[in-house]
């Protein structure tokens, strides 16, 4: 990981604020939440959270945290070293030195189901991205559950639409997995793919993401997850423009 870069400036628009964790009591509200939306005792916290950067999006007025995130930097071979790569093989990705920005822990408050919340916080990481030349944002995307049943019409237009690169794709490294791109032969029915698809990934997706040919069935989070990565030359600049607009 990146010993320096530069930091993040808080942004503010409309209902809400997104800012830097600082101290004791913000911690608390990044578990909590955490607790809250993932239904595990302690906020799910790890080893991770020791370095990473906590982001909170607080509701002006009365200052309700509605989401969190966590963020850290990394750079060619320290890739390895990533909440991620401890589910997916990612040495393809590791070979290429420019920055990226793992995006970890994205919750929204399950009460609080306005869209300009995730708008926000895109909006408050696109100054970061540009100030530390940022190629790629790359992430876990998560379904709730390990059943992929639910989840197959999504599952079938990931495979159709949006799996990643063959000089990027991650390799296989978790015990069990869900090799969807191989086990599904049948075309999505849109209407339900998009219905249960959940809302980060669709918004990664929708700027140009792509993800991993399997999905990681992750018992300890209850959660079935997809690498999930955004390269920064993929947004289409009318997205880049009305997200900057928000700084």
Known sequence: MTATHAGMTPVTKGRYSVVRADGAADMAAV???RALCFDIDGGAQDQFDETATHM??????????????????????????????????????AQIAAPKLEL????????????????????????????????????????????HAPYRDAFALLKARHLGPADRMPAVKAAEVFRYAHEIKEKPELAK??????????TYLTMGGWVSDHAVID?????LHVFTALEIGAIPEARK???????
């Open 31 to 33: 578990f909590g939440l």
């Open 241 to 247: 423009s009305r997200l900057r607009a928000l700084v």
């Open 219 to 223: 018992r300890a989070m209850n959660t």
């Open 56 to 93: 909170l999006v607080r509701q002006r007025g009365d200052g309700t945290v509605v989401a969190t995130f966590r963020m850290a930097l990394f750079g060619g071979a320290d890739l390895l070293g990533s909440y991620a790569a401890q589910f997916y093989d990612l040495t393809l990705m």
């Open 104 to 147: 970890g822990r994205f919750c929204v408050h399950p009460e609080h189901n306005d869209p300009d919340i995730l708008r926000i916080a895109w909006a408050s990481l696109t100054g970061y991205v540009d100030d530390n030349d940022v190629e790629t944002l790359f992430g876990c995307s998560s379904f709730k559950g390990t059943l």
């Open 193 to 202: 793919a998009n219905a249960t698809l959940p809302p980060l990934l669709r």
